[in-house]
């Protein structure tokens, strides 16, 4: 049986990723960081996915393990593994990468020979190679020349909406029926697992733009400006068509860019975007306004979704004005569970809001600043708060 190591047994981990691999026949062992959710599935060994969506199903997952994501445990986990993902966030990244430069000085001191292949698979634009710079800083110059014949670094992009609903037990989650797994198939050693649920494929940065500016900057807008009108899901808020034209319009604009970036067919893309609405409307999977729209500074922040479609838009001399309303509507967003918000607020009270503008999104045309500037006062006439 092949084995993988999955870091983060959150629920996304355990809803898209690691449910997968483990109905692939993987033997999946996730390392964790937090000590009681290792408990957890150790005890358990197994949880079930809950498709929720217009036909529902209960997927049983089992025969899991965990360990802690820091222990020695992990390393050696690793010396035996045929393949790493991830599911923490890019900003956990940097933590991973010992422990999996670990694993490898460890691989390579028993002999290991065959082939290993690590896939991080986070919301952002080339993270299994971020993740792979911070790995070979840890490593000595002989066990990276190892590495470079023996160990893939596949970039991908991922979409599975995997929202926060709690059952009576507590290893179990929700996740819509849809997911896509894009996989950089250049950078894949040896040969590549028929893997149901994995796409390799030669245009990986198509995949991912279209996935991150998209579907992740449709769903933030739908966060951001149902937030201003007091909605709870982000299903409700699309059911307002004031908020729903103006998400569509803002996916469409940015999808305009990508069509000129990337030559995709413009009736594909426009069905492509619809699709995406379906999935957010779907009405069983009670996703929240204040889960999509958590860290609105860092999804504010370039590369992310609203600063490079606003800046990619422009560049080809598109218009933008619902994207900056969606933007302009993330500055608005008052959650106070979310420090990020607050933080807004002080950097806009502080420096005012044209300075603000630059530093939270990193645009620097003072066009597009400007544009910002005037959504922001307009944004909540616009959705009619």
Not at 300 to 306: I, K, Q, R
Not at 312 to 321: E, P, Q, R
């Amino acid at each position: 049986m092949k084995r993988a190591i999955h870091f983060g047994a959150g629920k996304i981990g355990r809803g898209f990723i690691g449910a997968l691999l483990s109905q692939a026949g993987y033997e999946v062992c996730f390392a964790e960081a937090d000590p009681q959710l290792v408990d957890e599935i150790n005890r358990r060994r197994g949880y079930t996915v809950h498709v929720t969506d217009e036909i529902c199903a209960e997927l049983r997952i089992a025969g899991v393990s965990a360990v802690r994501a820091d222990s020695g445990e992990a390393v050696r986990r690793l010396v035996d593994a045929d393949l790493v993902t991830t599911a923490v966030g890019l900003g956990v990244l940097p933590r991973v990468a010992p422990v999996i430069a670990a694993g490898l000085r460890a691989r390579k001191a028993a002999g290991v020979a065959a082939p290993l292949n690590v896939v991080a698979c986070e919301n952002g634009v080339r993270a299994t190679s971020r993740l792979k710079a911070s790995v070979y800083e840890a490593l000595d110059a002989p066990t990276a020349a190892w590495a470079e014949r023996t160990v893939g670094f596949a970039d991908c992009s991922v979409d599975r909406i995997v929202p926060p609903v709690a059952f009576p037990e507590p290893l179990d989650v929700a996740a819509e029926a849809f997911h896509e797994w894009n996989v950089e198939r250049s950078a894949w050693v040896g040969e590549p697992p028929q893997l149901s649920g994995m796409h390799l494929t030669d245009e990986l940065e198509a995949h991912i733009e279209r996935k991150l500016f998209t579907l992740n900057t449709g769903h933030c807008a739908t966060a951001y400006l149902g937030h201003l009108k007091g909605y709870v899901t982000i299903a409700e808020a699309l059911a307002d068509e004031r908020i729903f034209g103006l998400v569509r319009g803002a996916m469409r604009q940015s999808g305009e860019a990508l069509i000129r970036k990337f030559g995709f067919g413009r009736a594909q893309h426009a069905a492509y975007i619809d699709s995406v609405l379906r999935r957010f409307r779907n009405p069983w999977l009670r996703d929240t306004v204040a889960r999509v729209g958590h860290d609105p500074a860092r999804k504010l922040s370039a590369p992310l979704y609203f600063s490079y479609p606003i800046t990619l838009a422009a560049g080809y001399g598109l218009a933008v004005d619902k994207l900056a309303l969606a933007a302009a509507a993330a500055l608005h967003f008052d959650d106070p569970a979310d420090g990020q918000c607050a933080e807004i607020r002080e950097t806009i009270a502080r420096i005012g809001l044209p300075a603000a503008v630059r530093r939270i999104t990193g645009i620097d045309d003072d066009r597009l600043v400007a544009a910002l500037v005037d959504a922001y006062a307009r944004v909540p006439s616009a959705v009619g708060a």
